[in-house]
């Protein structure tokens, strides 16, 4: 007697992509089941709420992978970080612009060619935007209406939006009315909606799927005025924002807004203090992620680009063994998703090494 397909659903959910994709050739009717886009949403929120993919991340490495990516673990209690494996993305020497929930928008050392790619699936859909190629900031958001990713191209002050459902779907040199910072600060991603750090005035802009619309995210209370630069990471599903007023400073301070895109709370997360000692100057200081109390933060020296863990509570910091960082995204955070659909990935043609022919 055949299970019924409520069963089989259930199951099939708390599968990972891999298995998945297998599974779709067992029959037509898995296939469709697995195809089907309210089974993809399915399975992205239960991937979004699980651990499955906790501490897991796409990582440059200069010594180990410049060609592609190496998929790491970050041990909780010490200080290494285990490669999985390895993850060739659809160009040689890529560059990561920004990334949301399991899909990555990258581009070639020119500039010239985009994708959007899933590295859990190893399929890509390329896009082309036709302004801001070279003088623009980049931000991928999920709507959480309608499940649909947009790419937003920012220039200073106007911008564009691409839409994975309606590739026609795009808004062409629309005013934003703020000065974003420059094209080295790509949006970040959080509750589905993209935050930069605007330059003029200084403040948080944020563009919302849900109407299409730049809005103003308001700042912590406590937040130095003067000239403190503000910097935006994602830290554990939440906006994280850092602050250093100059380069001779000796302490970055870290605030995490409230979960929720209407949410504008801030907490004040930790002063990381003592920076002197890994280096030269607050500006070469960038966290990267949370594992359990402690903060996971990439020192930009020029000989030494790697990371470093800081014990809060100890105001120490303690290096990762052996890794070095190359490129400008740092650690990428890997979730496993079902988006977007294979199909349409077949744009381009990958050859026996990963690399597209």
Same mark, same amino acid.
Do not use: W
């Given at each position: 007697m055949a299970l019924p397909i409520e069963i089989i659903e259930i199951v099939l959910l708390k599968l990972s992509v891999k298995p998945l994709l297998r599974f779709k050739s067992v029959c037509k009717s898995w296939n469709i089941l697995i195809s089907d886009p309210v089974f993809v949403r399915k399975h992205h929120l239960r991937q979004l709420q699980s651990k499955d993919s906790e501490n897991l991340f796409l990582l440059k490495n200069s010594e180990v992978n410049s060609y592609g990516f190496s998929l790491v673990k970050l041990e909780k209690k010490?200080?290494?970080?285990?490669?999985?494996?390895?993850v060739f993305g659809p160009y040689l020497w890529a560059t990561v612009l920004c990334f949301c929930e399991g899909l990555i928008l990258i581009s070639d050392i020119s500039k010239d060619n985009f994708a959007l790619w899933n590295p859990s699936t190893r399929t890509q859909t390329l896009l082309?935007?036709? !302004?801001?190629?070279?003088?623009?900031?980049? &931000?991928?958001?999920?709507?959480?209406?309608?499940?649909?990713?947009?790419v937003v191209v920012v220039g200073w002050y106007c911008y564009s939006v691409y839409s994975w459902v309606m590739v026609e779907q795009n808004y062409e040199n629309k005013r934003i009315g703020y000065r974003l910072a420059n094209s080295k600060e790509a949006g970040v991603c959080v509750d589905g909606a993209s935050y930069w750090a605007s330059t003029h005035p200084p403040q948080i802009v944020y563009y919302d799927p849900r109407d299409d619309k730049f809005k103003i995210l308001e700042k912590p209370e406590d937040l130095d005025g003067g000239k403190s630069s503000?910097?935006?990471?994602?830290?554990?599903? !939440?906006?994280?924002?850092?602050?250093?007023? &100059?380069s001779d400073e000796k302490s970055v301070r870290i605030w995490v807004k409230e979960k929720g895109i209407d949410n504008h709370s801030w907490k004040e997360l930790v002063n990381v203090e003592n920076?002197?000692?890994v280096g030269k100057s607050t500006w070469r200081i960038e966290p990267q992620?949370?594992?359990?109390?402690?903060i996971v933060i990439r020192t930009k020296e020029p000989k030494y680009d790697g990371l470093v863990v800081y014990h809060a509570c100890k105001k120490r910091f303690d290096a990762f063994e052996g890794v070095k960082v190359f490129g400008r995204a740092g650690l990428v955070p890997y979730m496993e998703s079902l988006f977007f659909p294979v199909e349409k990935s077949s744009q381009v043609v990958m050859g026996p090494f990963g690399f597209p022919i």
């Open positions: 010490g200080r290494k970080i285990e490669t999985l494996q390895q082309n935007p036709k !302004s801001y190629l070279h003088q623009a900031s980049y &931000g991928l958001c999920r709507d959480p209406i309608t499940a649909d990713f947009k503000m910097y935006l990471v994602e830290l554990m599903g !939440s906006l994280g924002m850092y602050v250093y007023k &100059g920076v002197e000692n992620c949370l594992v359990g109390d402690k």
